[in-house]
């Protein structure tokens, strides 16, 4: 990882976790440099990234300003991770289970009807990853992962297609959240991705759309119960 990496990472993990308001003027420019020993182009760029996810209002004549939090990119993977890593929002998650709840049933029915023999091998090569990894959390996480991102390949929707990263970024997200390490977790897990992988492999749409169904709500109950839990404790 180069210097403007890590100093990107570090400066976006500041804004995103709270150590400069949402609103709040940054410092100058000048300011940034000196505190984090880089050169003006090192910093525009860091500044230029950060923009991009809408963290960072860079305005001509104004300054820098934190954008309102409701304005960050909350599909960009490092956005969520940042936010997230800190401390629970539930508001956040809350928001995240209900994207997957509306998308993933529908994103499973296309599957099912237009998947590939190519695609039915990468949507299994996920599932059997997944058994093969039950005592790997990052393994067994990764293989999750990629089984999603196949059956989301196998849709075939050109714009669905497009947006791959920013769903699985939706998915890390809730996966981070709610992973458990029990075996009776995660042969549930495992069990819910092959009856997904069946279905889609058998060309049965509403089979596949009930499975997907059920496997999302299998995880927002999950992240339900915590959010309540750590609630009900503050």
Not at 10 to 24: R, S, W
Not at 125 to 142: I, K, L, Q
């Amino acid at each position: 990882m180069t210097k403007t990496e890590r100093l990107f990472r570090l400066f976006g993990k500041q804004i995103a976790q709270g150590e400069y308001a949402p609103g709040a003027a940054l410092p100058s420019e000048a300011e940034l440099c000196s505190r984090f020993d880089v050169s003006r182009n090192v910093m525009r760029e860091i500044v230029k990234m950060l923009s991009t996810k809408r963290l960072i209002d860079a305005q001509p004549h104004r300054g820098l300003f934190v954008m309102p939090s409701e304005q960050w990119n909350y599909l960009d993977i490092d956005v969520l991770e940042w936010v997230l890593e800190k401390e629970t929002s539930p508001v956040l998650v809350r928001s995240l289970i209900e994207v997957r709840s509306l998308i993933e049933p529908t994103i499973s029915r296309w599957a099912a009807e237009r998947a590939t023999a190519v695609d039915l091998v990468d949507i299994e090569a996920g599932v059997n990853e997944m058994a093969a990894n039950r005592g790997n959390p990052a393994a067994f996480h990764a293989a999750d992962i990629h089984f999603h991102r196949a059956v989301l390949a196998a849709s075939h929707n050109l714009i669905i297609q497009q947006l791959s990263d920013a769903v699985s970024a939706l998915q890390r997200a809730i996966f981070d959240f709610t992973f458990q390490t029990s075996a009776e977790h995660l042969d549930l897990t495992v069990r819910q991705h092959l009856e997904l992988f069946d279905a889609v492999r058998c060309k049965n749409p509403d089979a596949a759309e009930e499975a997907s169904r059920r496997l999302v709500a299998h995880t927002a109950h999950r992240a339900v119960t915590v959010l309540d839990e750590e609630e009900a404790a503050i």
